[in-house]
């Protein structure tokens, strides 16, 4: 392998040369394309993924760059040009936060694969890779990196993306994480397999990004709409009233269920309720967020709110005894939360209340 850096004037070009077989001349139109093989038998005979070129492409387009590709039975030459600019520091730009986007984590142990993937993700998504499924775990057990969806592989080393996802879905605060599998697998029983343990969705490789882009989309909006009917005034219905079937309603509806039967307890707290639930108050601070948007203090304390308006509805009690009964024990303080809350204070809402 030979690397060539030449500078003439403004014109920089990068120049990476093998000694290979070189590509065949029908096969050179075609270097460049996403997931192309050759179909010569000394060629295809070699493990690949057909995105490396492609890669280079994509990534010289972003940048400006050109490439070009020159190859004959004595080897292949790939030669990258760009302008050279010299750019004050006053004149760059801040990179764009990524704090507003979706996480993806990608777990895939082909380098060039991954890397691919998060080339076409990362506009839209908050990327990470990882070459296993003990990787993803551990990265997502140390809290460091908890997706939104997860992209993986089926067969890796050391744990394959089955046996990954069985992990993930014993856990609480992973269980409902969508996930797509890639596989080069298409059997009739191994799917059943995928869907059994909890696999969302599968593509076969070789893959049409533009529908994985879909895909990935669609189990999102799923998701989003699944947890928009758990949002706080839905779930501060009577529990009883609710009707439980997928684990993220079971466990938000065994959370709401606590803190009413607590609710008279002004020293209920966020560690006694993580005691009750027997999940880690991180873990559980994690997942009434994700599922509410609220704080568990923060959630607490507006089903104490939610049930005080239906005590005032009834008119049976007085504002001093329904703020007892939900928990407060300062005038001033419950008040102010039921003013956040409804916008009027609590007289004002029980006088005002046909």
Known sequence: MELRLKGIGPDVKLVVRDTGIGIAPEDLPYVFSKFYRSSLKEVSAVQGTGVGLYLVKSYCEQLGWTVDIASDQNGTAVTLSWKHDHVNDEDATDSIPVGAKRK??????????????????????????????????????GHSFVPDIILTDA?????????????????????????????????????????????????????????????????????????????????????????????????????????????????????????????????????????????????????????????????????SEVMYMVGFSNASYFSKCFQSEFGMSPKVYMEGYL
């Open 155 to 319: 067969m890796m080393p050391n744990m394959g993306g089955i046996e990954m996802v069985k992990k993930l879905r014993q856990n609480i605060v992973t269980a409902t994480i969508p996930i797509i599998l890639l596989t080069a697998q298409n059997d009739e029983l191994i799917r059943r397999e995928w869907v059994a343990v909890g696999i969302d969705a599968y593509m076969a490789k070789p893959f049409d990004l533009d529908l994985l882009q879909i895909q990935l989309l669609q189990l999102l909006d799923r998701k989003d709409k699944i947890v928009a009917q758990l949002r706080i005034d839905e779930i501060s219905k009577p529990t009883e009233a609710i009707a439980v079937h997928s684990p993220d309603e079971k466990f938000l509806t065994n959370v709401t269920r606590l803190i009413e039967e607590n609710l008279d307890d002004s020293e209920f707290s966020v560690q006694r309720l993580s005691e009750l639930t027997d999940v880690a108050a991180r873990q559980l601070h994690r997942k009434i967020k994700q599922l509410t948007g609220y704080t568990p203090v923060e959630y607490i304390r507006s089903i104490r709110i939610k049930k005080a308006a239906l005590l005032l509805q009834q008119k049976k009690f007085t504002v």
């Open 104 to 141: 993806l984590l990608i777990v895939e142990d082909n380098a060039e694969l991954a890397d691919f993937l998060r080339n076409a993700m990362q506009p839209h998504y908050d990327c990470r890779i990882v070459s296993d499924g003990s990787e993803g775990l551990r990265l997502i057990d």
